[in-house]
């Protein structure tokens, strides 16, 4: 348990020993930009997904016509 607890304290030690502006860019990329393409991306794929479904259904029903024409 030691361990781990000196590894958060290191890393919290080397965040607050950087110069600001790194530390600023750090909290930008940690707050700001990782959140938003992990949630861009999941948006994307969820669409992926329906746009998918939608055209199996719409094959679906195309070959259903074409059975009943024949």
């Known amino acids: 348990m030691k ?3 000196w590894n958060i304290r290191t890393i919290i030690e080397r965040i607050l020993g950087m110069k600001l502006l790194y ?3 750090f909290i930008y990329i940690i707050g700001g930009a990782l959140p938003l393409i992990l949630t861009g991306s999941y ?3 969820g669409m992926n997904q329906i ?3 939608q055209e199996k259904d719409a094959k ?3 070959i259903k016509t074409i059975k ?3």
């Open 68 to 70: 009943r024409e024949l």
């Open 51 to 53: 746009l998918i479904q």
């Open 3 to 5: 361990v781990f607890n």
């Open 60 to 62: 679906v029903v195309e």
């Open 43 to 45: 948006l994307v794929n």
């Open 23 to 25: 530390r600023m860019i």
